[in-house]
């Protein structure tokens, strides 16, 4: 990652898109603007960016599609902006993929301390030491700690989301050990749950789809009635040469 990361800021308000860019620039980011689809996607192709910050309603494409065709191909980390602040908003746009959620009006220095945390946790994960661990195995399963994606039995890429990677990275990491909804929302996002937070039951929802997993009675991650969740499995870890 570069000394000063890149943010793409992707919003049709032309407002909004230069105070944010402002801000960010004067807090050490450099920044790129896009106002709509088309824009983004060029803005990609131009540049290594290292964040989007990603408005929800937008016309043509919306935020929700573009998250979607975005995590086919990528777990670049993504900030959804909300434009109402409705549950059902942050709800959609956790499922699309996006990392987190911030609901407009919002504080800027909010947006600041989600951005560095996300960042924070890619270069961790980016910069991982030699000797450390590369794969994590169970069930038939391999998590590709370098790449960031799972790779089931018969060798077929699952591509996982910045969230994804790190909430099923902490459930491998403590294996056969309940984990609560506070623990996991501090592991894996900083920070500690909100009044009725649901994105770690959204988070682990998604996990399992990407496992394969009966939703009615799923095997690998299972619920604790009123404590949390569990990873059934053993894991197995590979580290490099």
Avoid at 148 to 175: C, D, M, T, Y
């Amino acid at each position: 990652m570069n000394a000063q990361p890149l943010i793409l800021v992707v919003d049709d308000d032309r407002e909004i898109r230069s105070l944010l860019s402002e801000y960010l620039a004067a807090n050490g980011f450099r920044t790129m603007e896009a106002a709509d689809g088309a824009a983004m996607w060029k803005a990609l192709d131009a540049a290594r960016v290292d964040l989007i910050v990603l408005d929800l309603m937008m016309p043509g494409e919306d935020g929700l599609q573009l998250c979607r065709t975005l995590r086919a191909k990528s777990n670049l980390p993504v900030i959804m902006l909300t434009a109402r602040g409705q549950p059902i908003d942050r709800i959609v746009g956790l499922e699309m993929g996006a990392d987190d959620y911030l609901a407009k009006p919002f504080s800027p220095r909010e947006l600041l301390s989600r951005i560095r945390a996300l960042l924070r946790r890619s270069l961790m994960a980016a910069n991982l030491a030699p000797a450390a661990a590369t794969r994590m195995r169970f069930a038939g399963w391999t998590l590709d700690l370098t790449a960031r994606h799972l790779v089931n039995a018969q060798g077929v890429i699952v591509v996982l989301s910045g969230a994804e990677f790190r909430l099923l990275k902490v459930f491998l990491e403590h294996p056969k050990r309940v984990l609560s909804r506070d623990q996991l929302l501090n592991l894996t996002q900083g920070r500690d749950a909100d009044p009725f937070e649901r994105s770690i039951d959204l988070q682990v929802s998604r996990v399992r789809q990407k496992l394969d997993e009966d939703a009615r009675d799923p095997q690998l991650i299972k619920t604790v009635r009123n404590e949390g969740y569990v990873l059934s499995a053993e894991v197995t870890i590979e580290t490099a040469p």
